[in-house]
């Protein structure tokens, strides 16, 4: 336990409890890094759930919060949505699992080739890690070459973190910093290139340096903000000049820009794609589409497993994309998030902190306008934890579900009024660090891709 969370009394000692449990049991104590409580404000958010409905779950410490990370972006409809939920049940009565495959397999790939624009084959997974490593195994057997070219976060795989084997921490940008590459073999060291994102001239040098040897360029096409005007053309006019394979990793935006995802949006057509997280609105569930010269060959390759045909994440994701699209979800989000922004800003203005709330509006973030980068770093713990403290769990960034409205709104920008005085008084006085109560958060997930 911290000094800070010894000065003042546990706010969700269940959680820390639990914690403390899973600790001796489970390495690193949860299966995904960015639900360990040292990403939020451990002592103070809570760490583990009881149960959740629509934009807000519960503790175990009998704690409501509306939950601005929507399970940590899988959930676009809400929390137990009726609808999904109800088909769920109606798939399990006749069987999930069989010694043979279902029509719903199909149905499904029928949906997304209908939907997504550079969809013409589909490939399943269970979620966006191994989508990415089924995206980059095809593109290599396709190809016949060893190398990837990647901008951004593309999971946990041995592809992915083999960057780390150089002498430069390479996924620095990317990721965070320190990620040491345990397990992951040094014959793969080379294998897993960066290129900085907002610059072409940075992959076309790569390109040239590695010529005939790139079996894809994998790439978030955006995340929280938007890309540079023309940048996103000039990749995919650079990767069809030099016949290399564009894959956009489309886990983190999903569907909250367009039923058919960020192309649409953003009016490019990459060679693949990859999805999971919102796909299937909190179900296991993991897609790798593409056109069929990139996608066909990989029935000649050894990509299989039991459950990628598991129909309830099929189930729930048919069901999910067929919701969004009946109830107009990436509009709504797009002017929910707009009227985030705006509260936001307005209410950073009337308590006269320097803080900025901008980006795309589906995933907009806020920006503490300080100096020292210490403060900064104090500023965004305090907002997580006062602001937990008032009923909304996050980070300063907000990513939307549909479930969210008005009655949220309201909740977030009376505890923001209130939260953002404290940091500008602390400011003013000089004793952010008297006013902490959790340990510092912990850098989050670094993206190249804002």
Request: proline share 5%.
């Amino acid at each position: 336990m911290s000094t800070a969370q010894q000065q003042t009394k546990c706010r969700v000692p269940r959680s820390m409890e639990l914690y403390a449990r899973a600790e001796q049991l489970i390495p690193g104590a949860t299966q995904l890094i960015s639900r360990r409580p040292s990403r939020a404000a451990k002592g103070v958010s809570p760490a583990y759930v009881a149960r959740a409905q629509g934009a807000r779950f519960w503790d175990v410490d009998g704690h409501e919060y509306i939950d601005w990370v929507s399970g940590i972006g899988a959930i676009i409809l809400g929390y137990c949505d009726r609808v999904v939920d109800e088909a769920v049940r109606k798939q399990i009565e006749t069987g999930v699992s069989y010694s043979v495959s279902h029509e719903l397999e199909i149905e499904l790939a029928e949906e997304l080739v209908s939907t997504i624009p550079c969809a013409e084959m589909v490939r399943y997974a269970k979620g966006g890690g191994d989508a990415c490593a089924v995206a980059v195994r095809i593109a290599r057997g396709a190809t016949g070459r060893d190398k990837i070219l990647f901008c951004g976060y593309h999971g946990w795989h041995d592809w992915y973190l083999a960057a780390n084997l150089s002498e430069e921490a390479t996924l620095d940008a990317h990721l965070f910093p320190g990620i040491e590459p345990i397990g992951v073999p040094q014959s793969l060291k080379g294998t897993a290139i960066p290129f900085e994102y907002g610059k072409v001239a940075s992959l076309s040098a790569a390109l040239d340096q590695h010529r005939d040897e790139v079996a894809a360029v994998i790439m978030e096409p955006l995340r929280s903000e938007e890309p540079p005007e023309g940048y996103l053309q000039d990749v995919r006019d650079l990767t069809r000049r030099e016949g290399v394979p564009l894959i956009f990793d489309e886990v983190s935006t999903g569907f909250r820009l367009s039923p058919g995802g960020v192309q649409p949006y953003l009016g490019i057509e990459p060679d693949m794609a990859v999805f999971a997280k919102s796909i299937s609105n909190g179900y296991a569930m993991g897609a790798v589409v593409g056109r069929r010269e990139v996608m066909e060959p990989a029935a000649q390759m050894f990509i299989s497993s039991t459950y990628w045909s598991d129909l309830i994440g099929i189930r729930a994701a048919l069901t999910t994309l067929r919701e969004i699209r009946r109830r107009g979800v990436p509009d709504y989000l797009q002017d929910f998030g707009r009227r985030i922004i705006d509260r936001m800003n307005e209410t950073a203005e009337e308590t006269g902190l320097a803080a900025r709330c901008c980006g795309i509006s589906v995933h907009p973030h806020l920006e503490f306008h300080v100096d020292d980068p210490a403060a900064g770093r104090l500023l965004a713990t305090l907002y997580v934890q006062e602001m937990a403290k008032r009923g909304c769990h996050g980070y300063p960034a907000f990513y939307l579900n549909a479930a969210q409205g008005d009655a949220e709104l309201q909740q977030t920008t009376e505890a923001a009024r209130e939260t953002f005085t404290i940091l500008r008084r602390g400011l003013e006085e000089g004793r952010l660090q008297d006013l902490l109560e959790a340990d510092l958060t912990q850098d989050v997930f670094r993206r190249a891709v804002r």
